[in-house]
């Protein structure tokens, strides 16, 4: 089955650390683009960071502001999201996607996990 | 940083069309996409570059852009359409993914 499933999430103090991860099923993951797309309670998507299939291209959202960092490991079809020195702000259910690239040369997200919840609080 | 502005919600009864827009400045010289997320769900890609459907989306739903709008038609609308529905595109001057605020259609 084609699919991507996210674990790693949990409850976590405020300035706590956490690692999420994104494992693929089903495809040539190292062929595709993964992000990686928040959602807070109640609230709309957020983009948090993309990483290309080879790695060269890292892309994040300016509001993170160098507290994540995203890797991946091709040979476990895996992505990961290191998150450091958290806040409140960031809880949020968190997903991975895959970037998909079509032969008119555009990109966008056609396969998405379920997501897990990570939760900043004392 | 690119801003895309939706309506927070769209009402229709069963049977009637839907419009969802999705607003940015000179939206129609870039490519948009559009997302669908029931309560619980992952997000589900319904339109891709502004007008093509994925295998698997009913012929219901169609998309278009030019100007500053892009639009999300839905036809014969259906209880089980009822989500949250997001419009996303990726801006080349920030190099960064843009989603919309998101709308709520509410099936009367």
């Known amino acids: 089955e084609v699919q991507l499933v996210e674990s790693g999430g949990g409850l976590v103090k405020p300035g706590g650390s956490l690692r999420l991860s994104c494992v693929a099923s089903g495809f040539t993951f190292n062929m595709y683009s993964i992000i990686w797309v928040r959602q807070a309670p109640g609230k709309g998507l957020e983009w948090v960071s993309s990483i290309s299939s080879s790695t060269f291209d890292i892309y994040y959202a300016d509001s993170l502001k160098g507290r994540f960092t995203i890797s991946r490991d091709n040979a476990k079809s895996s992505v990961y999201l290191q998150m450091n020195s958290l806040r409140a702000e960031d809880t949020a259910v968190y997903h991975c996607?895959?970037?998909?690239?079509?032969?008119?040369?555009?990109?966008?997200?056609?396969?998405w996990g379920r997501g897990t919840l990570v939760t900043v609080s004392s | 940083s690119y801003v895309l502005t939706q309506p927070p919600s769209v009402s229709v009864a069963p049977g009637q069309t839907a419009r969802i827009t999705c607003g940015g400045n000179?939206?129609?010289?870039?490519?948009v996409h559009w997302y669908q997320q029931k309560p619980g769900q992952a997000p589900v890609l319904v339109i891709y570059d502004d007008r093509d459907r994925p295998s698997g989306i009913p012929g219901r739903f169609s998309g278009s852009n030019s100007g500053n709008t892009a639009t999300l038609t839905i036809s014969r609308v259906e209880a089980g359409d009822e989500a949250d529905f997001y419009c996303?595109?990726?801006?080349?001057?920030?190099?960064?993914?843009?989603f919309g605020g998101g709308t709520k259609l509410t099936v009367l």
């Open positions: 996303q595109l990726w801006d080349n001057d920030s190099d960064h993914v843009v």
């Open positions: 996607a895959r970037d998909y690239y079509d032969s008119n040369g555009v990109w966008y997200f056609d396969l």
């Open positions: 000179n939206i129609g010289d870039k490519s």
